[in-house]
Nanobody
C-alpha cells in the first residue's frame, strides 16, 4: 500500500510558476513509476507527466506541457517525493492535479488505469 499526499497548489497569474510536491509513504517508493494527472471542471482527467521508477529516466510529458513542466523524483534519504515544476503557466492549466503511483508491470505512462494509487489532489488556479 502506498499513501500519496500532494501539496504546493494555489493561485498564480498567467506566466507564473508553481512547484507541486507529492510525498509518498508506505511501501518502497523507488519501486513505483510515478505520474501527474489533472482534471479541470467539466473535463475528463488527463495525463500531464510521468517518471520511471528507478533513476528517473525516462520521463514523459503531454504535448500541452512539454517545455514548460518538469517532473522529477527524490528517492534518496527517505524523501520519497515526486515534484512537478510548472513554469509559464496558462489559464488552461487550471485544474486539480493528482499524483499517482504505478506498479512496474503493465504500466503505460499516459494511461490512468495503469496507476494503482492516487493522492487526494491539489488545486492549481491560473488567472489571466
Amino acid at each position: 500500500q502506498v499513501q500519496l499526499v500532494e501539496s504546493g497548489g494555489g493561485l498564480v497569474q498567467a506566466g507564473g510558476s508553481l512547484r507541486l510536491s507529492c510525498a509518498a509513504s508506505g511501501r518502497t517508493f523507488s519501486s513505483y513509476n510515478m505520474g501527474w494527472f489533472r482534471q479541470a471542471p467539466g473535463k475528463e482527467r488527463e495525463f500531464v507527466a510521468a517518471i520511471s521508477w528507478w533513476n528517473g529516466i525516462p520521463t514523459y510529458y503531454a504535448d500541452s506541457v512539454k517545455g514548460r513542466f518538469t517532473i522529477s523524483r527524490d528517492n534518496a534519504n527517505a524523501k520519497n517525493t515526486v515534484y512537478l515544476q510548472m513554469n509559464s503557466l496558462k489559464p488552461e492549466d487550471t485544474a486539480v492535479y493528482y499524483c499517482a503511483a504505478a506498479n512496474l508491470l503493465g504500466w503505460t505512462a499516459a494511461l490512468d488505469k495503469t496507476y494503482n494509487y492516487w493522492g487526494q489532489g491539489t488545486q492549481v488556479t491560473v488567472s489571466s
